[in-house]
């Protein structure tokens, strides 16, 4: 009779509170993001939190400055064992011994935005399509100088964002390969002749060293009245970097066309102004949401909602993943940015 009453006990114990006999906290989710500093990453992790709060698991939001203290927050997150832990990586390489982890003890891991590379402890990833965000700046190059109507030719030049995000090479390569038919027909010159990926990137996204190797072009290759028609720049701090190189240098005649992305405050301040001319939208409510819904799944044993399982690959594996719509945005619909 006791060791029925027991085992009634524990049934009951069971149901309520969902507590495994491993000690884990099956409602409890952990945030691990970047720079908190950086205004988009302190919005998203705080409205991550938020969501996750309102869907009634407890929350603790973390964030770093540097990939040694994303490590040391991943161990200690293995040992609380979530129900779940979602991360913005602040080095897309760097994670991998440490989320092995995570994945011995049966922890899903979601990659938020960046993809974790180099590593089978990925459940999922959820971004937006970051190739379709260069290729809509493309598009936009595109539309605004008629390139389809062979108008040209037009000088151009690329910022793009740091080798050790996995997505910088994405965006680039997303704007590249669309514009490269009207760079092969010479509709577009790249006048520094500084067209790869490498060549072009900028380490740790510093707008800092963006603006150096943007004043060291227009003074070698745009002196003397000769125009840049056209700059591609990653995110809008590149875009505000390659501002501050004109001013550097006194280049009074602006791009035609400069490109952006995160539709930061300073980005839409740029495109109000008229110094830059659009930027792409990614709505951190739409992924957050999207990144709630995933925990949900995972913390019911159910599948989450995908929409790619072939294409997104981290070198060890192909991760299933849920890729979000960017927006383009510019002048004339720059006041549906959300503020943060």
Not at 48 to 65: G, P
Not at 130 to 148: H, I, M
Not at 283 to 297: Q, S, T, Y
Not at 314 to 338: A, G
Request: proline share 4%.
């Amino acid at each position: 009779m006791r060791k029925i009453f027991l085992a009634i006990c524990l049934a009951v114990c069971t149901l309520l509170t969902g507590c495994a006999d491993d000690g884990g906290q099956k409602n409890t989710v952990q945030l691990l993001f970047p720079d908190p500093n950086s205004g988009i990453w302190k919005y998203i992790g705080e409205l991550c939190a938020q969501l996750l709060r309102e869907a009634n698991y407890e929350v603790e939001l973390h964030h770093c400055t540097n990939a040694a203290t994303q490590i040391e927050q991943i161990k200690e997150a293995v040992e609380k064992n979530p129900a779940a832990i979602v991360i913005g990586a602040q080095d897309t390489g760097a994670l991998g011994e440490a989320l092995a982890l995570a994945k011995e003890n049966g922890i899903p891991v979601i990659a938020y935005d960046r993809l974790i590379m180099h590593t089978d402890a990925i459940s999922y990833y959820a971004s937006f399509d970051n190739t379709s965000v260069g290729e809509f700046q493309a598009r936009y190059v595109e539309e605004k100088l008629n390139l389809k109507s062979g108008a040209g030719p037009f000088t151009i030049e690329f910022i793009a964002g740091s080798a050790d995000d996995t997505n910088a090479p994405l965006f680039f390569n997303g704007a590249y390969d669309y514009l490269k038919p009207y760079i092969d027909k010479g509709q577009l010159v790249v006048v520094s002749g500084q067209q790869d990926f490498r060549t072009v990137a900028t380490d740790g996204w510093k707008p800092e060293n963006a603006q150096r190797r943007m004043t060291e072009i227009l003074q070698k290759y745009y002196s003397g009245g000769k125009s840049l028609n056209v700059v591609v720049a990653a995110n809008d701090d590149l875009a505000g970097a390659l501002i501050q190189a004109q001013q550097s240098v006194g280049y009074s005649g602006a791009p035609t066309i400069l490109t952006g992305q995160d539709a930061g405050a300073n980005g839409i301040a740029n495109i109000k102004s008229g110094k830059q001319s659009m930027t792409i939208y990614k709505d951190p409510e739409v992924l957050c949401g999207k990144i709630v819904r995933m925990v949900k799944a995972v913390v019911e044993g159910s599948q989450p909602a995908i929409n790619d399982v072939t294409n997104i690959k981290n070198d060890v594996m192909t991760v299933p993943s849920y890729l979000c719509i960017p927006m383009i945005i510019d002048s004339t619909n720059v006041n549906i940015v959300k503020k943060f």
